[in-house]
């Protein structure tokens, strides 16, 4: 379909501007170019978004139905993707139908304007900017970023384009001088706002809720509330929510929230305090605004039973939704349903997730021991039987436990929460990641595309790990994606790195790592990760002084005590590496040690007998670390072997 089918159209794309004249995307008053055939595919999905394009009418319009590759075609969908920050799983904008085409699934408004000499628009975000195009003009436009006190600059652009009539040019100058009029009158007025965003808000951080209560104990409870309105905010479509960690390093430290909107990149800051006294609670919370520090909106103080929490947190997070100028409760400002309101069983499940985010041995056992009293409390309770599921598969990590036991556990308390409640999208998750480490890909890309149906907006960072078994790329861009949502989380910067490592991507790889050990140098899988790349650059004794910084850092994990024993290996310090295999088994007498960690030490000492005979073990034992079977680089060295493809093809892993 021809651009000039579209003269004259603007579409309104959530917060995006889409200019079919100019062939621009605007975005928070940056201009997002967009290359032709790529734009013109956007249109023909937004005209014909009541159906299903299918790949072959898009190779049929647009390449003049030539024999090229789908790849194209993929590029040319990618492309705009990445123009409106789009994502190919749990699309906002661009839906993907498996083996049919595409579909434009994002908001929309039309906009159509007449044509004129010239067009000229102001656009309110961070302040107010000005933007001027005349059609055909033959002088080079305005600096789209000029800021509208700069009048000197555009009264000069002004003068030099003598195609503009005498009243078109005193239209302008009378749109700047009320567009600085009434930015120097927002300026004025900004500290004492306490009305709704006049234009979506769309992004927020909540920053964790100040316990004033009597006992520090109460600690989880203030935690646990943060927690729930994130999870809360995090599920309105378009809306970026900053996730846990990068929000908590923030606890218990007094910085005006301007500061933290800048370094978190958001619009708004949502803080408050809780006070718990017996069985009533207290909750306070404004929304500020972080361009300026006004406040948007103060909550009322909430002095509750606590058996009132659910309705609490709903009020709050409807407030805050519709302040921001998103929605969340409806247009007719019904409170999102929580079936759930054993007020004592939610305690110990923030009891629960208070230990899990400690991720160490003792907090995970302490974890799972409340998820128990949680479902002991009620039988019927679904969020308690799901932490626990996740509970037990974290606990194959940091306890460790036995890989079989923890994923059986783990299956009984899924299945559990979906039997009470299948629209429960954590369960699904659960489940879908259980159903990975069983081996089952069908079930478990089953149990992903139900994820993405219940929630949207689901973002987790641990899903880049199943992208990589079908494509490394993909489970790049997504993780990279996740990690804009967490920029201070020292754990999701390290987990980039490792993504990059499996995807071969080595130098973005040491550039990445490099950068979470400037968040935490004590940080010992960063250590370790950076460590595995430089072996596969071969700079082995920098390998060797990560991980040997790594084990003074975590007495002694099986996981660095292999690494160690690869970087030996490949480097020809064979005795060495020969002492960490010896560590290694003197570890398994004491806790489980996966035999998968034997055969990377194996590979790298050219001992593939050796190194299959543990592979094997592994397979016997249904060890977790097989899911990494076909992107580890520690077994290049044995990739080759047809008893590798074999493994493989039992494990049912393909690409």
């Given at each position: 379909?021809?651009?000039?089918?579209?003269?004259?159209?603007?579409?309104?794309?959530?917060?995006?501007?889409?200019?079919?004249?100019?062939?621009?995307?605007?975005?928070?008053?940056d201009i997002i170019h967009l290359a032709n055939k790529p734009f013109?595919?956007?249109?023909?999905?937004?005209?014909?978004?009541?159906?299903?394009?299918?790949?072959?009418?898009?190779?049929?319009?647009?390449?003049?139905?030539?024999?090229?590759?789908?790849?194209?075609?993929?590029?040319?969908?990618?492309?705009?993707?990445?123009?409106?920050?789009?994502?190919?799983?749990?699309?906002?904008?661009?839906?993907?139908?498996?083996?049919?085409?595409?579909?434009?699934?994002?908001?929309?408004?039309?906009?159509?304007?007449?044509?004129?000499?010239?067009?000229?628009?102001?656009?309110?975000?961070?302040?107010?900017?000005?933007?001027?195009?005349?059609?055909?003009?033959?002088?080079?436009?305005?600096?789209?970023?000029?800021?509208?006190?700069?009048?000197?600059?555009?009264?000069?652009?002004?003068?030099?384009?003598?195609?503009?009539?005498?009243?078109?040019?005193?239209?302008?100058?009378?749109?700047?001088?009320?567009?600085?009029?009434?930015?120097?009158?927002?300026?004025?007025?900004?500290?004492?706002?306490?009305?709704?965003?006049?234009?979506?808000?769309?992004?927020?951080?909540?920053?964790?809720?100040?316990?004033?209560?009597?006992d520090r104990e109460s600690e989880y409870f203030a935690d646990g509330?943060?927690?729930?309105?994130?999870?809360?905010?995090?599920?309105?479509?378009?809306?970026?929510?900053?996730?846990?960690?990068?929000?908590?390093?923030?606890?218990?430290?007094?910085?005006?929230?301007?500061?933290?909107?800048?370094?978190?990149?958001?619009?708004?800051?949502?803080?408050?305090?809780?006070?718990?006294?017996?069985?009533?609670?207290?909750?306070?919370?404004?929304?500020?605004?972080?361009?300026?520090?006004?406040?948007?909106?103060?909550?009322?103080?909430?002095?509750?039973?606590?058996?009132?929490?659910?309705?609490?947190?709903?009020?709050?997070?409807?407030?805050?939704?519709?302040?921001?100028?998103?929605?969340?409760?409806?247009?007719?400002?019904?409170?999102?349903?929580?079936?759930?309101?054993?007020?004592?069983?939610?305690?110990?499940?923030?009891?629960?997730?208070?230990?899990?985010?400690?991720?160490?041995?003792?907090?995970?056992?302490?974890?799972?021991?409340?998820?128990?009293?949680?479902?002991?409390?009620?039988?019927?309770?679904?969020?308690?039987?799901?932490?626990?599921?996740?509970?037990?598969?974290?606990?194959?990590?940091?306890?460790?436990?036995?890989?079989?036991?923890?994923?059986?556990?783990?299956?009984?308390?899924?299945?559990?929460?979906?039997?009470?409640?299948?629209?429960?999208?954590?369960?699904?998750?659960?489940?879908?990641?259980?159903?990975?480490?069983?081996?089952?890909?069908?079930?478990?890309?089953?149990?992903?595309?139900?994820?993405?149906?219940?929630?949207?907006?689901?973002?987790?960072?641990?899903?880049?790990?199943?992208?990589?078994?079908?494509?490394?790329?993909?489970?790049?861009?997504?993780?990279?994606?996740?990690?804009?949502?967490?920029?201070?989380?020292?754990?999701?910067?390290?987990?980039?790195?490792?993504?990059?490592?499996?995807?071969?991507?080595?130098?973005?790889?040491?550039?990445?790592?490099?950068?979470?050990?400037?968040?935490?140098?004590?940080?010992?899988?960063?250590?370790?990760?950076?460590?595995?790349?430089?072996?596969?650059?071969?700079?082995?004794?920098?390998?060797?002084?990560?991980?040997?910084?790594?084990?003074?850092?975590?007495?002694?994990?099986?996981?660095?005590?292999?690494?160690?024993?690869?970087?030996?290996?490949?480097?020809?310090?064979?005795?060495?590496?020969?002492?960490?295999?010896?560590?290694?088994?003197?570890?398994?007498?004491?806790?489980?040690?996966?035999?998968?960690?034997?055969?990377?030490?194996?590979?790298?000492?050219?001992?593939?007998?050796?190194?299959?005979?543990?592979?094997?073990?592994?397979?016997?034992?249904?060890?977790?670390?097989?899911?990494?079977?076909?992107?580890?680089?520690?077994?290049?060295?044995?990739?080759?072997?047809?008893?590798?493809?074999?493994?493989?093809?039992?494990?049912?892993?393909?690409?």
């Open positions: 379909m021809p651009l000039e089918n579209h003269r004259g159209k603007r579409y309104l794309l959530g917060d995006r501007l889409l200019d079919a004249d100019r062939r621009l995307i605007i975005s928070n008053g013109q595919v956007l249109l023909y999905l937004i005209e014909n978004r009541d159906r299903v394009v299918t790949r072959q009418e898009l190779l049929d319009q647009f390449w003049d139905g030539k024999d090229v590759y789908d790849d194209t075609l993929r590029k040319s969908v990618g492309a705009i993707r990445k123009a409106l920050g789009d994502r190919s799983t749990g699309a906002i904008f661009i839906e993907t139908r498996h083996r049919e085409g595409y579909r434009y699934v994002g908001p929309l408004e039309d906009d159509v304007i007449e044509n004129s000499g010239a067009a000229f628009e102001i656009e309110q975000a961070r302040g107010m900017r000005i933007i001027i195009e005349e059609e055909d003009a033959q002088e080079p436009a305005l600096d789209t970023h000029a800021s509208t006190v700069g009048l000197p600059v555009i009264a000069d652009s002004l003068k030099r384009r003598r195609s503009l009539s005498r009243v078109a040019l005193a239209v302008m100058l009378a749109v700047v001088l009320g567009a600085v009029a009434l930015t120097i009158s927002r300026n004025k007025t900004a500290h004492t706002s306490n009305q709704p965003a006049t234009y979506p808000i769309r992004s927020i951080a909540v920053l964790p809720l100040k316990n004033l209560s009597d509330l943060t927690e729930t309105f994130i999870t809360q905010l995090a599920k309105i479509r378009g809306l970026k929510v900053i996730s846990r960690a990068s929000v908590f390093m923030f606890k218990e430290k007094e910085l005006d929230p301007r500061e933290i909107g800048r370094r978190l990149g958001v619009g708004a800051v949502l803080e408050g305090s809780v006070r718990r006294n017996g069985d009533t609670v207290r909750v306070e919370t404004r929304l500020v605004r972080a361009e300026d520090g006004s406040v948007i909106w103060a909550g009322n103080t909430f002095d509750r039973s606590l058996k009132d929490i659910f309705a609490v947190e709903d009020e709050i997070g409807c407030s805050v939704a519709a302040n921001l100028r998103v929605t969340l409760c409806g247009e007719s400002g019904a409170q999102p349903a929580n079936r759930y309101k054993n007020a004592d069983a939610y305690d110990a499940l923030l009891r629960a997730r208070y230990f899990y985010n400690k991720r160490t041995s003792d907090g995970l056992r302490k974890a799972i021991d409340y998820c128990e009293q949680a479902i002991k409390l009620d039988p019927d309770y679904a969020p308690g039987y799901s932490g626990l599921a996740g509970n037990y598969l974290m606990a194959m990590w940091y306890l460790p436990l036995d890989p079989k036991v923890a994923v059986a556990k783990a299956r009984t308390a899924a299945l559990r929460a979906l039997e009470i409640d299948d629209t429960y999208d954590e369960a699904h998750e659960a489940m879908a990641v259980i159903l990975g480490y069983e081996w089952d890909w069908a079930g478990s890309r089953k149990e992903w595309q139900r994820v993405f149906e219940l929630n949207p907006a689901f973002n987790n960072f641990g899903y880049a790990y199943t992208l990589l078994r079908s494509d490394p790329d993909e489970a790049v861009r997504w993780i990279k994606q996740a990690a804009e949502l967490d920029p201070l989380s020292i754990l999701i910067s390290t987990n980039v790195g490792q993504i990059l490592y499996y995807a071969r991507r080595y130098d973005e790889a040491i550039a990445q790592l490099k950068i979470a050990l400037e968040l935490d140098p004590n940080y010992a899988m960063a250590h370790t990760h950076l460590g595995q790349v430089y072996i596969e650059i071969r700079r082995y004794d920098e390998a060797i002084e990560e991980f040997q910084k790594a084990l003074a850092l975590s007495e002694r994990n099986p996981e660095i005590v292999a690494s160690l024993g690869m970087a030996y290996a490949a480097s020809g310090r064979h005795s060495e590496a020969q002492k960490s295999l010896d560590e290694l088994l003197r570890l398994s007498k004491q806790e489980y040690v996966s035999p998968y960690l034997f055969a990377r030490i194996y590979s790298g000492l050219g001992k593939s007998g050796r190194g299959f005979e543990m592979l094997e073990k592994a397979y016997q034992q249904h060890d977790s670390h097989l899911v990494d079977l076909l992107y580890d680089p520690a077994l290049d060295p044995i990739r080759s072997d047809p008893q590798f493809g074999d493994l493989v093809n039992r494990v049912g892993l393909t690409r």
